[in-house]
């Protein structure tokens, strides 16, 4: 639901077309602003993650009005005053948001640059720009700042003056430090949990114990709590203690949750972890043929071979370091919300929607958080805060999620079943492949449906009813099919979605969507059909793919790692991995070296990347190589835990992630390096999980179908 | 329940006395008493490293802490290791290794590794894997942050 998912779905803008989010957004003004004397004040709608956006976006605007990187100040979204951008989500904020600051601020300059001639009674290529300064080589001068005022910046991009060219960048495609960083190295207020309204209460919230009890009483909690230490607040199941402390809080929460009645309704169990793949197989869902290539073969005219196998993972956690956390203010109608929200504008439609209030009498404005890698508790902490602000007017109201509540409930990852089938020649080459993904939706984000997304709104006494996952239409980067797309030339492919109806665990977005689950599972399938054919998996690839760019990282980062590896000891092995990111994004190619011990351990992942023109070439190689990481914890670690009411894994004993201990080492090389800017932050998940498994089965000769690859799955297969 | 008094300890070398409930945890002394907001919460139950601070040079969670169990001892959070004004070699070293990408888990790796630095000036890269064991990073800057402290100690040892 970021800018390509709201054009996917939406009417189209009057007016002429114009670049990124310029479309939506169309004037010049809502983007930069010179208000002192030294800043262009910049307002993006994109959100800071820890992904580093508003350093890259700072380098764009610095790049294109020729400042220098600390004369631009970037500012927090907020409904008041950023442009809408919908979400940041998709890898797709350097696209959306990227181009709309590029072009408006060469417009911008370019506006300048004519009022700077007029004022100084030349012609605007006898100025020079530089750290803002219009300089005349007779030693006059004007500045975005002295012409600010002739200048109005309240008036629609022409969309006719192109940003500079690539090869005149000096800001650009270089490293740049974080603008964030020293504040959080130094330990000065940075996150939305550092945030103080004066007076301000502080809330717990006290959740059900499986997500299907409902509350009968809370009258023995309620009665055992002093009115001036804590109140208990409810509507229906939604239940909270607030307190003038986070201690009292804690303390009054501690106090009151044993003393709850809740009832439960047995319709909802939830089903065997143990056997997700088969309960996933039995699900009513909805089957749409995704896309297909070519005329499926005559079942008269068999193939050489035909192959067929299942892959699965389990549902995951977001796991934030941070526990969720969100501050509100409702005073006599207005509604102000302080968030983490990915979405500030689809967080504030769907208050709206909550609290049947109208959208311009909520304010939600974007604080930062933790490292946020999609749709996790930020929203409905958001309505949580909300609900107290608005049962106490006037009153400030700070709610902190447990570090329970959020790894059992904020949304998940959905689990997933990918079935692949091919059909080959006689030398092994793929003739047909069928792909077919089996899950729940990624998408539950607020904003889209017409009642609200957020957990607290669907527990009071006059709920609103949960919302089924969706997946986002293909043009808009897809869910649950998200790179089932083959990556190779095939002859005839064949793509399947099999969306669940039923939803027992709520599911949403997890960074990468569907291309985890859909390039482990390819990616594996190449290795097994390689294997079969008696072929290198790196020569496999390579007699399947045309496109030089994949071909490229592909030879990269297998040259850098030394494949094949058979300079490794016993019980270790390498192996690839491959995805161009939705098929339309970066290109990324991973080779993992593992060794087999009790565990598996992955010693090193050589990693070459596509992403087209780099904005920040570190920040590059932190997104990739953070994405490797997350995606070898996922690959090795993590599967959230339940039983048959509720989830188990509310710790992080219970849902372990890696371990400084058992981090590769990574290389990062970036190659390419033309064409349009595309994003970094999910394109490596799904080569780096293939990779490790990959690896496993060359080291050990046992292929592991099912994630977590763990040593219990491995034990069993060996048997 | 109520055990209200004054516990007596150091924060950042300055004494301070601290009007609380002796079960107040030390986390919510540093952030919401003395306004110390560097020190991050985590998880509340000592298992990801957030909110580290040094207590008499060793790395304890201060969100397990109660304040009774400080009373005398010296504490040090991330703002008494250095300032922008006058870094802390590891806070310089993480500037220059741009190690973290969201810096929520960073203080309690300053922590941890200022701990480490402290007993072991020279540490090999194993041993500063092995002291960030309890650290928990969900971004991935675990290696960027290994280099950082790996760089601080070869600078701090040159001098």
């Known amino acids: ?719 | 329940m109520n055990s209200g008094g004054t516990v007596a300890l150091q924060v950042n070398q300055a004494p301070r006395r601290i009007e609380a409930d002796a079960d107040l945890p030390l986390i919510d002394a540093l952030r919401d008493l003395l306004d110390l907001k560097g020190t991050r919460f985590g998880c509340g139950a000592g298992q990801c490293g957030a909110c580290f601070v040094l207590v008499g040079g060793h790395a304890m969670a201060s969100c397990e802490t109660p304040l009774w169990a400080v009373a005398g001892k010296s504490i040090t959070t991330v703002e008494g290791l250095g300032s922008p004004g006058a870094p802390h070699p590891l806070q310089q070293a993480f500037i220059d290794e741009q190690a973290a990408q969201c810096g929520y888990c960073t203080s309690g790796m300053l922590i941890s590794a200022a701990a480490l630095l402290r007993r072991n000036p020279c540490p090999d890269e194993a041993e500063v894997r092995a002291a960030l064991e309890r650290n928990l990073c969900r971004c991935g800057s675990h290696n960027r942050i290994v280099r950082a402290v790996l760089r601080a100690a070869a600078g701090s040892h040159s001098r």
């Open chain 1, 1 to 719: 639901m970021n800018m390509a998912y709201v054009a996917a779905t939406g009417a189209a803008h009057p007016g002429p077309a114009l670049p990124g989010s310029l479309q939506r957004n169309r004037k010049l003004g809502q983007w930069l602003r010179f208000a002192d004397h030294e800043h262009v004040d910049v307002f993006s709608g994109k959100v800071e993650l820890g992904q580093g956006i508003l350093t890259a976006l700072a380098q764009i605007v610095a790049e294109e009005l020729d400042l220098r990187i600390d004369q631009v100040r970037m500012h927090a979204a907020g409904t008041d005053t950023s442009p809408d951008e919908a979400v940041t989500s998709g890898s797709l904020s350097v696209q959306e948001s990227g181009t709309a600051l590029r072009w408006a601020a060469a417009e911008t300059r370019h506006l300048f640059l004519q009022a700077a001639a007029a004022a100084l009674h030349c012609a605007p290529a006898a100025l020079r720009v530089e750290a803002g300064e219009f300089l005349h080589a007779d030693g006059r001068s004007a500045s975005y700042w002295t012409l600010a005022a002739q200048v109005p910046l309240d008036r629609e991009a022409s969309g006719a003056i192109a940003p500079r060219d690539s090869s005149d960048y000096r800001i650009v495609g270089q490293p740049a430090a974080r603008l964030d960083l020293p504040s959080k190295v130094f330990g000065l207020p940075s996150f939305i949990h550092d945030m103080v309204l004066p007076g301000m209460l502080h809330a717990r919230m006290l959740r059900p114990p499986a997500p299907a009890a409902r509350l009968v009483s809370a009258d023995a909690a309620a009665a055992g709590l002093a009115p001036d230490q804590a109140r208990l607040v409810r509507d229906g199941s939604l239940l909270a203690v607030v307190a003038a402390s986070q201690f009292l809080a804690s303390r009054a929460a501690a106090f009151a949750a044993p003393r709850l009645v809740w009832g439960s309704s047995p319709a909802t169990l939830l089903p065997d972890e143990q056997a997700l793949p088969e309960w996933i197989r039995r699900q009513p869902a909805v089957a749409t043929l995704v896309a297909a290539s070519g005329e499926w073969p005559d079942a008269a005219a068999p193939p050489a071979r035909v192959f067929s196998a299942s892959y699965s993972r389990p549902y995951l956690a977001h796991a934030s370091i941070a526990p969720s956390c969100a501050l509100a203010r409702f005073d006599g109608g207005r509604l102000n919300v302080w968030t983490h929200s990915q979405g500030i504008y689809n967080q504030r439609s769907d208050l709206a929607l909550a609290f049947g209030m109208a959208q311009e009498d909520i304010t939600v404005r974007h604080v930062e958080s933790a490292g946020c890698y999609g749709h996790n508790g930020a929203d409905d902490a958001a309505y949580d805060a909300a609900w107290l602000a608005r049962a106490m007017p006037g009153q400030p109201v700070r709610v902190q999620w447990s570090r329970a509540d959020e790894l059992a409930w904020a949304p998940f990852g959905p689990a997933a079943l990918v079935e692949l089938q091919a059909q080959v020649d006689s030398s092994g080459n793929v003739q047909a492949w069928r792909h077919s993904v089996r899950g729940n939706g990624h998408s539950n984000r607020p904003g889209r449906a017409a009642t609200p997304a957020l957990l607290g709104s669907w527990h009071t006494a006059d709920p609103f009813p949960p919302l089924l996952a969706l997946n986002a239409p293909l043009a808009a980067g897809g869910g649950a099919e998200r790179n089932a797309l083959p990556c190779y030339d095939f002859p005839v492919w064949q793509v399947h979605s099999h969306r669940l109806l039923s939803m027992p665990l709520r599911t949403s977005a997890l960074r990468a969507l569907g291309a985890h689950a859909n390039v482990f599972a390819a990616e594996s399938f190449m290795d097994e059909l390689a294997e079969a054919a008696g072929r290198d998996p790196l020569e496999y690839r390579l007699a399947h793919c045309s496109d030089p760019r994949a071909r490229a990282v592909l030879n990269d980062a297998a040259g850098r790692a030394g494949w094949p590896g058979s300079h490794l000891a016993e019980g270790c092995g390498m192996g690839i991995g491959f995805a161009r990111y939705k098929n339309t994004g970066a290109w990324c190619a991973v080779v993992a070296e593992i060794e087999a011990g009790v565990d598996v351990v992955v010693r090193r992942l050589t990693i070459a990347v596509d992403v087209g023109t780099v904005i920040n070439p570190d920040g590059v190689r932190n997104q990739i190589e953070g994405g490797a990481i997350q995606a070898c914890s996922w690959t090795l670690k993590e599967a959230v835990r339940f039983d048959s009411e509720r989830v188990t894994s509310d710790s992080w004993d219970s849902y372990p992630v890696l371990r400084f201990s058992e981090v590769p080492a990574v290389d990062v090389g970036i190659v390419g390096g033309a064409g349009p800017a595309l994003g970094a932050g999910e394109a490596s998940l799904g080569p780096t999980a293939a990779a490790i498994g990959n690896a496993v089965a060359r080291a050990l000769g046992v292929r592991v179908r099912a994630l977590p690859i763990t040593s219990e799955r491995i034990r069993q297969l060996l048997a």
